[in-house]
């Protein structure tokens, strides 16, 4: 129930109406009597300069959830970056702070990883592969790192993408091992399906998973379906896995977190969304 | 329910805290199924220029209602006005139209008239007094006069607003009577408090209402109590009144109409509500 005292979350990005945040944040919100609410505003690329400082002179409104196609972009358009944001090269979440300045901080990564850590997984040590780095991919990295990894194989059809990636990682986290030469899972603790392949009927699946090992952990981003044919493939295998609306629904008490807000557990979250899949 | 499909009528004004609209659309839009919102969005007067271009961009918002203290303002920023804008130097809704312009109109007047046709009078050839010539009582003596009214008495404690609206009024409407000297009720078929008096306990009444016949209908402009000092004496004297909300209910299908949404009944909206007043 928006109000004129209601505090607004900015979703923006475009096209919208795939958009999720707002059919979990409101029901929560509504739930537990917290007056704000998440709402889509459709930004183009072209506009998103001056929608961006635009809407940050609403004055109601405390942050933002940027999605595609600004994530990159905003990284040039906030005052601060978290130090994830700055590795992973992308942002997800703008805070409004009291001085007038935005920060900008990416937790894709930190959803992804905080659903493996509340899955038991030692990730302390581990080596991990992440097979497209994209935004989503360069996230998940960043806080794989963070979560202290051994080691990191990074793989994207584009080259480039997966060397700069690696830079970044190797100037924060100096001791981490980086490799960006196969997307070959054998010998992974953890394989991270990071590209969008499994989005449409009959995607080839993004590495060969005859050669995951049963022991491997296996993790998803794409949200489409829950059961990929990735994840049903490492499954058969034996493979515990991750679907990829946990990193969604893991993400948000984190954002809750960033924007000041009282916190939840995914649970909650999941009980009280809805969302039609 | 916003969802990433909802189109988005933006509710632009500061301070937003006493915004009603969302309150009422939004509940009317879930009852029967429109995916639609009215969102709050504060914008104070030195970036509403600039804001009313990006919230335009949009790509999910159809429209805006405008309120303090960009009524007068707007008119300069919209491609086209309405007549009844026109002569009342003032916009409460904008529309954007599928060749990408901008049109403007104002609803408090037809909101107001459209109220006291519901109840029975006859506005044709009436003689009519509105006291208090800001955006308000500008929008209503344009509709009168478009209601077909004889005459119009205006009164406003700045002589400027009351002869600016005069010069307006007879440049569009040759044959109609218009007075600004005075805010002696006595003679007139309707009246009309159109300033902020009765927003405040102790406030003065805006005219002598023993100088109001009990025949005479007696209009009301203040939302905050439905029956304020002014109506209740004149209440006490036989009148026939209309209170302030019934503007507000009234005029709630002719913006939806504008906007393009199927239209209801103010008791309809009244019904769903949630004000909390």
């Known amino acids: 129930m928006i109000r004129g005292t209601t505090t607004l979350i900015a979703h923006i990005g475009y096209p919208t109406h795939a958009f999720k945040a707002p059919m979990i944040y409101n029901p929560y919100f509504e739930s537990v009597g917290i007056d704000a609410a998440v709402v889509p505003m459709g930004v183009k690329a072209e506009d998103y300069e001056g929608a961006l400082r635009t809407i940050f002179k609403f004055t109601n409104v405390r942050g933002a959830l940027i999605t595609m196609p600004h994530k990159v972009s905003t990284c040039g358009l906030v005052d601060e970056l978290s130090p994830t944001a700055l590795i992973a090269g992308a942002c997800n979440a703008i805070l409004l702070r009291s001085d007038g300045t935005l920060l900008g901080d990416m937790f894709d990564g930190a959803g992804f990883v905080r659903g493996l ?95 995951i090992a049963p022991t491997t952990f296996v993790g998803e981003v794409v949200m489409k379906t829950e059961m990929t044919a990735f994840l049903a493939a490492a499954k058969a295998r034996g493979c515990p896995v991750q679907i990829g609306t946990d990193m969604l629904f893991e993400q948000i008490p984190a954002y809750l977190e960033f924007f000041g807000f009282p916190t939840t557990t995914p649970e909650v979250l999941r009980a009280v969304a809805r969302l039609s899949y």
């Open 117 to 211: 850590l509340r899955k038991g997984l030692k990730l302390h040590g581990a080596r991990v592969l992440v097979v497209g780095c994209g935004g989503v991919g360069c996230a998940i990295a960043a806080s794989f790192a963070a979560a202290g990894v051994a080691g990191i194989g990074l793989f994207d059809r584009n080259a480039r993408s997966a060397d700069g990636l690696a830079a970044r990682l190797s100037s924060h986290y100096a001791a981490l091992e980086v490799t960006t030469d196969s997307n070959d899972p054998a010998g992974y603790d953890v394989v991270v399906n990071a590209t969008p392949m499994g989005m449409n009927v009959g995607d080839e699946l993004p590495m060969d998973v005859s050669r």
